[in-house]
């Protein structure tokens, strides 16, 4: 999965970064809000990893401009407190999950997988290659409902 990693403390986003690519996944790391936004922009993210305290532009902001804009790609948001408060706000700015700082990076892997497999996309039927098989299949939740004939 490409996935848009949102973190301006250097050795956080590292860490991160080397966590989720060793977990074969391709990582962009945006540093700022300003950044990330212009990332959402020209890119087709199949998951946002976003920190609350940025510069430039807080990460809700930047969750409230991607749903204004639109997008329903998954966005887990990080944030630095146990509070309550912090939780909601990122739940109503359009936040799918969160984790709270510090997390053991196997929960952060389970929530990320969690966030993709809800396909929330219109349930329309799509074309899919996948190895030998090309067809079209109603995607569902779980993905190609096809069975393999052998
Ligand atoms: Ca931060």
Not at 25 to 30: E, K, L, N
Not at 47 to 62: E, H, S
Not at 69 to 79: K, N, Q, R, Y
Not at 139 to 144: A, I, K, M, N, T
Request: charged share 30%; with cysteine; glycine share 6%.
């Amino acid at each position: 999965m490409r996935i848009l990693l949102v973190e301006d403390e250097p050795s956080g986003a590292r860490f991160i970064a080397k966590g989720l690519r060793e977990a074969k996944h391709a990582v962009d790391v945006a540093t700022d809000g300003i950044a990330a936004s212009r990332l959402c922009q020209e890119n087709d993210y199949d998951a946002v990893i976003l920190d609350v305290m940025l510069p430039g532009k807080d990460g809700l902001t930047v969750c409230r401009d991607l749903r204004a804009a639109g997008s329903d790609v998954p966005v887990l948001m990080l944030t630095a407190r146990d509070a309550v408060e912090a939780r909601v706000q990122g739940l109503d700015a359009g936040a799918d999950d969160y984790l709270t700082k510090p997390f053991d990076f196997r929960e952060l892997l389970a929530r990320v997988r969690a966030l993709t497999r809800r396909d929330r996309r219109p349930l329309a039927p799509e074309r899919i290659e996948v190895g030998p098989w090309r067809s079209t299949w109603p995607l569902r939740r779980s993905g190609p409902t096809a069975a393999r004939s052998n």
